[in-house]
């Protein structure tokens, strides 16, 4: 049974930082496809950033130069380090996997989902 679980999500002011954690289990990140989505009310789910097996990653533009995905093997996490944040990034950020697959921020790509965490960024 995969399980996603994230964390880190918070309320900050335009310009702050907040970092992102997917824990999973039942899940090997080192072989598989792991993504950052995000939801704003009204707004269909977008692609934030990607990371594959391999290490490979690709970004939205909106977010080029602000986030960085990672991960690391040994703990089976993935994080989303969010710098220089706007309101308009705030949403709910959803992890998401699949097992093997390129690269991609195509949603329906993925396979298993977290239940999701709130970013929230003011002016």
């Known amino acids: 049974q995969v399980q996603l679980v994230e964390s880190g999500g918070g309320s900050v002011l335009a310009g702050g930082s907040l970092r992102l954690t997917c824990a999973a289990s039942?899940?090997?990140?080192?072989?598989?496809?792991m993504g950052w989505f995000r939801q704003t009310p009204g707004k269909q789910r977008e692609g934030v950033a990607a990371?594959?097996?391999?290490?490979?990653?690709t970004y939205a533009d909106s977010v080029k130069g602000r986030f960085t995905i990672s991960k690391d093997i040994t703990k089976n996490t993935l994080y989303l380090q969010m710098d220089s944040l706007k309101p308009e990034d705030t949403g709910m950020y959803y992890c998401a996997a699949r097992l093997g697959g390129g690269l991609t921020l195509l949603e329906s790509y993925y396979i298993y989902w977290g239940q999701g965490t709130q970013v929230t960024v003011s002016s």
């Open positions: 990371i594959s097996g391999a290490g490979a990653t």
């Open positions: 039942g899940y090997t990140s080192h072989r598989n496809l």
